[in-house]
């Protein structure tokens, strides 16, 4: 029973357009968070949830859009994509804030052309 | 500004040896230290962490080292297998501001039969 899970794991799509990657996690944790990995293989945070509300939200386009509807879920919508935002996105939970041990989904590997 | 690094992207070792895997942070505020593990197409999985205030966590064959004074960590595995051919991420916070996750760029593993 996978703990992390993200959909779709493969994402290509033309410049311009606006995607959206889903997260859940079946943990029971009450925060979630979304990083980028980018060409030079650096984890950099984005965003974090904890019970539905925002904590964390880095220097990050606003065309970047988390939405967490429970604290189960935690979205993420893309408007205007550019070929910049191709990277491999990954969820991830953990317990509580602390986020001592976070745990990672498979990620989405996101191509813009 | 890069807080944590990990300066070699790579190593190899032969398999029943000792693999030694560096980092080092510039952030004296950081208090906690992770190692995630990450194989090809999946997301990173924690692997043994240590608070700042200790030196020395062990958990069978991996053991991290932390030395404050450097601002350094380093992971042991001993004996190294097949299996543990991967990339590996150091990452370090705050525990006092919470959940944010700075990580390393990671350095890939190999480990020879």
């Known amino acids: 029973d996978t703990a992390v899970s993200q959909t779709p794991k493969y994402l290509v799509t033309q410049m311009g357009n606006d995607k959206s990657i889903k997260c859940e996690q079946n943990l029971g944790h009450d925060t979630m968070y979304w990083y980028k990995q980018d060409s030079k293989k650096f984890l950099k945070i984005m965003f974090s949830?904890?019970?539905?509300?925002?904590?964390i939200n880095e220097t990050v386009p606003n065309r970047f859009s988390p939405k967490s509807p429970d604290k189960a879920h935690l979205n993420l919508h893309i408007n205007s994509l550019e070929l910049g935002d191709s990277a491999v996105y990954f969820c991830a939970s953990s317990q509580d804030l602390r986020g001592d041990t976070q745990y990672f989904g498979p990620g989405t590997r996101l191509t813009v052309l | 500004d890069q807080q944590v690094k990990q300066n070699s992207p790579s190593l190899s070792v032969q398999e029943g040896r000792i693999s030694i895997l560096n980092c080092d942070y510039t952030?004296?505020?950081?208090?906690?230290f992770l190692w995630y593990k990450k194989y090809p197409a999946e997301g990173p999985t924690f692997l043994i962490s240590?608070?700042?205030?200790?030196d020395k966590n062990e958990d069978g064959r991996f053991t991290v080292f932390l030395n404050k004074s450097a601002k350094h960590l380093s992971l042991h595995i001993v004996p190294s297998q097949p299996g543990d051919s991967a990339v590996y991420f150091c990452?370090?916070?705050?525990?006092?501001?919470?959940?944010?996750?700075?990580f390393g760029e990671g350095t890939q593993l190999t480990v020879n039969p």
């Open positions: 240590i608070s700042s205030i200790k």
């Open positions: 990452a370090a916070s705050t525990r006092t501001s919470g959940s944010r996750l700075t």
């Open positions: 949830y904890n019970n539905k509300e925002l904590i």
């Open positions: 952030n004296s505020m950081f208090d906690y």
